[in-house]
T-cell receptor
């Protein structure tokens, strides 16, 4: 119930194509769903995030689609570029037993390669 | 810009050694986190702290402890390093409990021989 399942594990897309990464969760108490992007040798960085009262959020070429009833959310990268080649992690926010802290649970990651 | 720094980029230790990984953030964040990252397993939360001297276990706390004596500094301690603790360790911080964006450091790649 505490897992976030991410697919695919790896993805190869042609330059200019659409990259789609999917995530699914079980716990309806999750209340914040971010996507993080990680380049080799760097720590992850927040890319875009959504709350469950919104079905879609767009920032430039990046869009999150959120389906609350299906407990699924996805990242779409339009007009994918070689510079988008990175590892992408979906995540969900949850509270811990103490109720004083919230933390993220991450999916296992998707390695995206955009070929030129 | 928020900056999260980690004391070492690469570290090599022997089995049984006590290992300290240090993390410092410069933006007065309340929350700090330690994760380990392994291929195919993503990021797994070891411990986090929501205030000075306050800590909470994450999903994989066994074999680790933490210390937060000052707001800006969060240390991860491997009491007796083992080879299965060879991994990339990532520290992160966030501004306040209700604001969830986490800022990550560059990571420490620890090898235990």
């Amino acid at each position: 119930q505490q897992q976030v399942k991410q697919s695919p594990q790896s993805l190869i897309v042609q330059k200019g194509g659409i990259s789609i990464i999917n995530c699914a969760y079980e716990n309806t108490a999750f209340d914040y769903f971010p996507w993080y992007q990680q380049f080799p040798g760097k720590g992850p960085a927040l890319l875009i995030a959504i709350r469950p009262d919104v079905s879609e959020k767009k920032e430039g070429r990046f869009t999150i689609s959120f389906n609350k009833s299906a407990k699924q959310f996805s990242l779409h990268i339009m007009d994918s570029q070689p510079g988008d080649s990175a590892t992408y992690f979906c995540a969900a926010s949850r509270r811990y037993i103490s109720q004083a802290g919230t933390a993220l649970i991450f999916g296992k990651g998707t390695t995206l390669s955009v070929s030129s | 810009d928020v900056k999260v720094t980690q004391s070492s980029r690469y570290l090599v230790k022997r089995t049984g050694e006590k290992v300290f990984l240090e993390c410092v953030q410069d933006m007065d964040h309340e929350n700090m986190f330690w994760y380990r990252q392994d291929p195919g397993l993503g990021l797994r939360l070891i411990y986090f702290s929501y205030d000075v001297k306050m800590k909470e276990k994450g999903d994989i706390p066994e074999g680790y402890s933490v210390s937060r004596e000052k707001k800006e500094r969060f240390s991860l301690i491997l009491e007796s390093a083992s080879t299965n603790q060879t991994s990339m360790y990532l520290c992160a911080s966030s501004f306040r409990p209700s604001y969830n964006e986490q800022f990550f450091g560059p990571g420490t790649r620890l090898t235990v021989l």
